[in-house]
């Protein structure tokens, strides 16, 4: 049932996609934890939420960028041309201070989650953060069209996922990573396009 579906579980969960947990505060229900990409690092709140009976699972990356009343309607059309484009998580603004977060709510009802299910809505959330982290800067400060500046940041993340030769590692092996750290490369199987497609599927099956 998923009232049985908690803290410990997510922790077990976080820690066999080999995340770092920052913070954990289990009267709020709230674990922090912190990703990287090839451009920079973010925050992942990752949470319950109960109410009516009914828990949610919440996932949330604060901060990603902000925006300005500079090019405003322009980041907003792209803003929303992303939303269309992902399947598993929303972009969203404060307008109070012009924060841009994304975060994705999914309802438990009567399930558990399953490892493989929470590895597919987190590798997606974190995806999209580190594909899309650059497209508002883009827009802003170099002038892009929308649809450019899209159409950059998607190809410059997959150029950057297809294998690289390390001159300096003749043998071929990986560098060695910092204990407890993680970069988006290393999840496994993490194709976007179908990781989307099957959390969507997932989800969906989850709710008949």
């Not at 976080?14 to 947990?21: A, D, E, S, Y």
């Not at 980041?75 to 041309?81: F, K, N, T, W």
């Not at 649809?147 to 092996?173: H, I, R, S, V």
């Amino acid at each position: 049932m998923a009232q049985s579906f908690g803290i410990p579980q997510l922790v077990e969960y976080l820690n066999q996609m080999g995340l770092k947990i920052s913070r954990i505060d289990e009267q709020q229900e709230l674990l922090e934890l912190v990703f990287h990409g090839e451009q920079g690092q973010w925050r992942l709140v990752v949470g319950l939420q109960r109410r009516d009976g009914l828990r949610k699972l919440m996932l949330i990356v604060p901060h990603v960028t902000h925006i300005t009343q500079r090019k405003r309607l322009e980041c907003l059309e792209a803003l929303m041309a992303v939303n269309y484009r992902i399947a598993i998580g929303k972009f969203g603004l404060d307008l109070e201070d012009g924060e841009i977060r994304l975060e994705e709510t999914i309802p438990l009802a009567d399930h558990d989650l399953s490892f493989d299910q929470f590895q597919l809505a987190v590798g997606a959330i974190m995806q999209t953060v580190s594909i899309y982290n650059n497209l508002l800067p883009r827009i802003i400060y170099k002038g892009m069209p929308v649809q450019e500046a899209l159409q950059t940041c998607e190809q410059e993340f997959f150029q950057q996922d297809q294998p690289k030769e390390d001159n300096n590692n003749k043998d071929g092996e990986p560098e060695p990573e910092a204990p407890g750290e993680i970069s988006i490369d290393e999840l496994p199987e993490l194709n976007v396009e179908d990781i989307l497609a099957e959390v969507a599927r997932i989800f969906e099956k989850s709710k008949e």
